[in-house]
């Protein structure tokens, strides 16, 4: 490929990307688990591969995920629906940390700020051990960390496997809560143990992230943060 097809391609994507990012932003208003089940619902077959796609655009365009997670529960109920939301969000993650890596890096050095120097500190230190321990404790935003991660040296490969093991459990947790959701409204036993089933594994959830601070240390605590943008 020559270079004028190469700058075009990244010209391409760059406006990809920036279209992404303000589609996100005009319809995350509208997003709702309700919404994404009726749109879904009509797509029959289709509809796991459209949600995976659908979330790892979210992810790509800083919408907030949540809303797919749970709405997966009430789609795929909750192993399906675990394993399409992992799968999308880590998609989205991976395509984030690609385009800071290889098309715009200097945009997102400029606008993670001192949060970078602490995830390159980190990467450097820990390798995918730290994206293993950012993914269960929530140093960092989501959307913003899967670009900050693109600038470090770490591996396509242990990025995207610690990233898809280490959101598994919140997954889970938040793909029962749509579960438990739909059993509830559907009436019937079923639905109380469920819902009681749902609280347990948020409750875990909401207790991992001490846990695994007591049994290890922030691998950036000791890097003075700056949360001004660089100039």
Not at 112 to 132: H, M, N, P, Q, S
Not at 188 to 201: D, E, H, S, T, V
């Amino acid at each position: 490929m020559t270079l004028q097809w190469r700058t075009m391609v990244r010209i391409a994507l760059a406006l990809g990307l920036v279209a992404a990012v303000v589609a996100g932003y005009q319809f995350r208003g509208e997003l709702s688990p309700d919404m994404l089940q009726r749109r879904l619902d009509e797509l029959g077959a289709l509809a796991p591969l459209v949600f995976m796609g659908a979330y790892a655009v979210a992810t790509v365009a800083f919408v907030p995920g949540l809303v797919f997670t749970i709405a997966g529960g009430v789609l795929f109920g909750p192993v399906l629906g675990t394993a399409y939301s992992l799968t999308g969000a880590t998609v989205g993650a991976l395509l984030a940390f690609l385009v800071a890596r290889y098309l715009a890096s200097d945009l997102v050095a400029r606008y993670t700020g001192g949060r970078l120097r602490k995830v390159i500190v980190g990467v450097e230190r820990e390798g995918w051990r730290f994206v293993a321990f950012t993914r269960l404790v929530p140093l960092f935003p989501f959307n913003l960390l899967n670009y900050a991660l693109g600038l470090t040296r770490i591996g396509i490969l242990p990025y995207a496997l610690a990233t898809y093991i280490c959101m598994a459990p919140g997954a889970f947790a938040y793909t029962w809560v749509g579960h438990a959701g739909a059993e509830t409204v559907a009436g019937g036993r079923g639905g109380i143990n469920a819902l009681l089933i749902a609280l347990g594994l948020l409750a875990a959830v909401i207790f991992l992230p001490r846990l695994v601070r007591r049994v290890k240390r922030d691998p950036t605590a000791d890097v003075a943060e700056a949360d001004e943008p660089t100039q």
